[in-house]
Structures are given as C-alpha cells and as structure tokens.
C-alpha cells in the first residue's frame, strides 16, 4: 500500500504551547485513524474519521479530515507532559489491514 | 475483560536460533495482526488472521517468518534461524472485524537477537 508520510517527525515544545501533526496521502483515503503511543508502550486508538471535512474534538486534542480526504490533522491545545509520545495516524484499506504513517514523536517541557 | 496479551515480553536469542512468540487475543475478536515496530520507527504490518479464511501475509519481510492462528483464539509467530536485523518490538493487536474498527493492542515482544 501507499506511504502515508507525517510531518514533522519529531517537536518539542514548552508545556502549555500548542502541538500539530499533519498527515499526509498522495490517494484518497476511505478513513483515517490516530494512535498514541507512549515511550515504551504500545499504540493506543484515539479516534477515526471517516468523512470529508469532518472535525472530531477530544478535550484538548481537535482531528480533522480534510476535504479531499488526502490529509488529516492533529492539533493539541496547550500541551502538557502527558501528551509526550508518538503519535500515528493510520488508515484502513482491504480487510481492515491497517497501514500506518511514519509518525511524530513530541516531547514536552516544563 | 482482559486485554490483549503476549508473551515472553522481553526475549534474548542467539543470532541462528528459532524464536516463537505470543499473542492470545481479545476473547470474540475473530481478526489478529501481527506488526514488527523497530527502535524508533513507525509499525510495519507482518501478517494477518480472520476467522477461517487464509491469513494476509504479504508483509511477511521473508520466509524464515511465519504464523500460525490454532482455534480461531491464539497466535504464535515464528522466526526460524534469526538474524540481528529482526530485532525489534514485535506487536500483535485483535479486534471485531466487521464491528468495531478501534485495534487493540497488545504490550508487546521485544526479541533482541545477539
């Protein structure tokens, strides 16, 4: 399957500033997933979209699918160290075989 | 209910030797993946199971890989004389397929081939 590349691949930031990860497809996608994954841990779902243009909101964390569902966004408001790890979004194609992007690893500070 | 789980969590191999590993998935969840992350990198899809049908393993990166899915319930991957580039977390995830879409991740193996 295509490569789903995301930028950046890594920030840091101050605690409190704002985060986003973009993720970038040359095809349509038919949804897109993000997974957070902790130093150390394993992926973790946050959420899907599914629909053009669609904008889902998680407290702190806003996701958006574009409209030509090529590109998605994930935008953290005032981040805290607790958002430290990767983040990964990820689509589904043939019998939900999921191909994930590169990823962006935050880190926060105090 | 309980997770999804694998085990050993760590394993050290000798490079050459045969190395299984294990996921017991989700109870009722008919579909497992396996996926290799390396230190650093993004997940890299190795294979996967649903139901009774035959297993999607085009990710599979050659073929001392292979996998196994007894009872539509467990899986075991297999690596057959490994080399020090297989070393990586190896991660299995489960969910409902044709239901929830959410994948489930296990903690992981991490195989470290000396």
């Known amino acids: 399957g295509q490569q789903v590349m995301q930028i950046p691949q890594y920030q840091h930031v101050q605690e409190g500033e704002d985060f986003t990860t973009y993720c970038n497809s040359s095809t349509t996608l038919s949804n897109i997933q993000w997974y957070k994954q902790r130093p150390g841990g394993h992926p973790v779902f946050l959420i899907q979209?599914?629909?053009?243009?669609e904008v889902k909101k998680q407290k702190r964390l806003t996701f958006q699918f574009g409209e030509a569902k090529k590109n998605s966004s994930l935008h953290i408001t005032a981040t805290q160290t607790t958002d430290v790890g990767t983040y990964f979004c990820?689509?589904?194609?043939?019998?939900?075989?999921?191909?994930f992007g590169t990823g962006t690893r935050l880190q926060v500070t105090l | 209910g309980a997770g999804v789980s694998q085990s050993p969590s760590n394993k050290v191999t000798e490079k050459g030797k045969d190395v299984e590993l294990r996921c017991d998935p989700i109870s009722g969840h008919t579909a497992l993946y396996w996926y290799r992350q390396s230190l650093g990198q993004g997940l890299e899809f190795l294979i996967y199971?649903?139901?009774?049908?035959?297993?999607?393993k085009s990710g599979l990166p050659s073929d001392r890989f292979s996998a196994e899915r007894t009872g539509g319930s467990v899986s075991t991957l297999t690596i057959q004389r490994t080399q020090q580039e297989d070393s990586a977390v190896y991660l299995c995830a489960s969910l409902v397929a044709g239901g929830d879409y959410e994948q489930y991740f296990g903690p992981g193996t991490r195989l470290t081939v000396t």
């Open positions: 979209l599914v629909k053009s243009g």
């Open positions: 199971f649903q139901g009774n049908s035959a297993p999607d």
């Open positions: 990820a689509y589904t194609g043939t019998a939900s075989k999921l191909t």
